[in-house]
């Protein structure tokens, strides 16, 4: 089992930024991709960025690359999202995720085996 818990969601301008941790716990060794996703209601999940456990290949979802960056820090279990340059269509709830195969895709929520609880981020014009 691997726990998440993320924090750094709350109201930011368009044009601010703000960034997103994601704390992992528990076996955390089998952890092969780190994502995020977020969520608008009535909407599915979906892919915003994801990040292998090296920390060497990163993807992300187009609307927000140039904006966005993943990272991790891998002695503290820690996932974040740097967002910066934020748009109201980027409000949503997010969530971190891990996928437990090597062979998983990473913009797949459907390959991620545990998730967070999701923090809301909302962005105001």
């Known amino acids: 089992q691997v726990q998440l818990v993320e924090s750094g969601g709350g109201l930011v301008q368009a044009g601010g930024s703000q960034r997103l941790s994601c704390a992992a716990s528990?076996?955390?060794?089998?952890?092969?991709?780190m994502g995020w996703f977020r969520q608008t209601p009535g909407k599915e999940r979906a892919f915003v960025a994801a990040?292998?456990?090296?920390?060497?290949?990163?993807y992300y979802a187009d609307s927000v690359k140039g904006r966005f960056t993943i990272s991790k820090d891998n002695a503290k279990n820690t996932l974040y999202l740097q967002m910066n340059n934020l748009k109201s269509e980027d409000t949503a709830v997010y969530y971190c995720?891990?996928?437990?195969?090597?062979?998983?895709?990473?913009?797949?929520?459907?390959?991620?085996?545990?998730w967070g609880q999701g923090t809301q981020v909302t962005v105001s014009s």
């Open positions: 995720a891990v996928a437990t195969s090597m062979y998983s895709t990473a913009s797949s929520a459907s390959e991620y085996r545990y």
């Open positions: 528990g076996r955390t060794f089998g952890t092969y991709i």
């Open positions: 990040i292998r456990w090296s920390g060497a290949v990163t």
